[in-house]
């Protein structure tokens, strides 16, 4: 049995999730924005003593690591380094597109093999995040940030269907609501819970990151704004 820790912060939503192999042991969620850093640890916490598991049990810790918010991508991988050294545990990453994807396609069992997936984040103005998948989860095309128009997936649609789900297909909607080949998928939103399975692959290959060096892939330059404390520039 593999014990692995989740943690998704890459977004609004704080969330973790504790697996047994395949498994949804015990999770928490908060959909309050900037509470990762008063409530990460306090659900870690809340997890274990609800399971009656000890940290020491652990097989690895699991982080989502991007794109998504900077400041959350970095709260969250924080305490997922923390937690590996002072456990002496593996670290494994999931792209939170990716694991988004895995998530659709649980909700939708169903899913016709020619429909295509397309996870989306909020990037600001009319730019996303977002990544193509089959419904087996193969790449179609790997996360990107890039500014939507109503031709942007023209060539993609031809004879498939697109999935459109996540908080950037809201400012996309207008653009492609009268297009026939593409869907929604309202109210879905990344959670630790869809790490499990992608999460599980990577430990059984010892797919691991160096916790000395991993950093969230953040996909585009940070850039920080004007202070608006007098004196400060």
Same mark, same amino acid.
């Given at each position: 049995? #593999? *014990?692995?820790? =989740?943690?998704?912060?890459?977004?609004? @939503? !704080?969330? %973790?999730?504790?697996?047994?192999?395949?498994?949804?042991?015990?999770?928490?969620?908060?959909?309050?924005?900037?509470? =990762?850093?008063?409530?990460?640890?306090?659900?870690?916490?809340? @997890?274990?003593?609800?399971?009656?598991?000890?940290?020491?049990?652990?097989?690895?810790? !699991?982080?989502?690591? $991007?794109?998504?918010? +900077? /400041?959350?991508?970095?709260? $969250?991988?924080? %305490?997922? &380094?923390?937690?590996? +050294?002072? *456990?002496?545990?593996?670290?494994?990453?999931?792209? /939170?597109?990716?694991?988004?994807?895995? $998530?659709?396609?649980?909700?939708?069992?169903?899913?016709?093999? #020619? /429909?295509?997936? !397309?996870?989306?984040?909020?990037?600001?103005?009319?730019?996303?995040?977002?990544?193509?998948? #089959?419904?087996?989860?193969? %790449?179609?095309?790997?996360?990107?940030?890039?500014?939507?128009?109503?031709?942007?997936?023209?060539?993609?649609?031809? $004879?498939?269907?697109?999935? *459109?789900?996540?908080?950037?297909?809201?400012?996309?909607?207008?653009?492609?609501?009268?297009?026939?080949?593409? =869907?929604?998928?309202?109210?879905?939103?990344?959670?630790?819970?869809?790490?499990?399975?992608?999460?599980?692959?990577?430990? &059984?290959?010892?797919?691991?990151?160096? %916790?000395?060096?991993?950093?969230?892939?953040?996909?585009?330059?940070?850039?920080?704004? &004007?202070?608006?404390?007098?004196?400060?520039?």
């Amino acid at each position: 049995m #593999s *014990l692995i820790l =989740h943690i998704e912060t890459a977004t609004s @939503i !704080c969330s %973790v999730a504790l697996s047994e192999d395949h498994k949804l042991v015990a999770w928490r969620e908060t959909r309050n924005p900037n509470s =990762h850093s008063e409530l990460l640890t306090v659900f870690i916490e809340e @997890i274990f003593s609800e399971t009656g598991k000890n940290l020491n049990e652990l097989d690895g810790v !699991c982080v989502s690591k $991007g794109p998504g918010s +900077y /400041t959350g991508l970095r709260i $969250g991988v924080s %305490v997922a &380094k923390g937690l590996c +050294y002072a *456990l002496n545990k593996p670290l494994i990453s999931v792209g /939170t597109l990716t694991a988004m994807a895995y $998530g659709a396609a649980e909700q939708l069992p169903d899913l016709d093999a #020619s /429909t295509l997936l !397309c996870p989306m984040l909020d990037a600001r103005r009319m730019e996303v995040y977002y990544a193509i998948y #089959s419904h087996k989860m193969d %790449v179609i095309h790997s996360p990107a940030a890039e500014i939507m128009h109503e031709n942007f997936f023209a060539d993609l649609t031809e $004879g498939k269907q697109l999935l *459109l789900f996540g908080d950037g297909m809201e400012k996309c909607k207008p653009l492609f609501e009268k297009n026939r080949e593409i =869907h929604f998928l309202d109210h879905f939103l990344p959670s630790a819970k869809y790490m499990i399975i992608p999460a599980l692959q990577k430990f &059984k290959n010892h797919d691991f990151e160096d %916790v000395a060096y991993f950093e969230p892939f953040y996909l585009k330059d940070f850039i920080a704004g &004007k202070p608006h404390v007098k004196g400060l520039k």
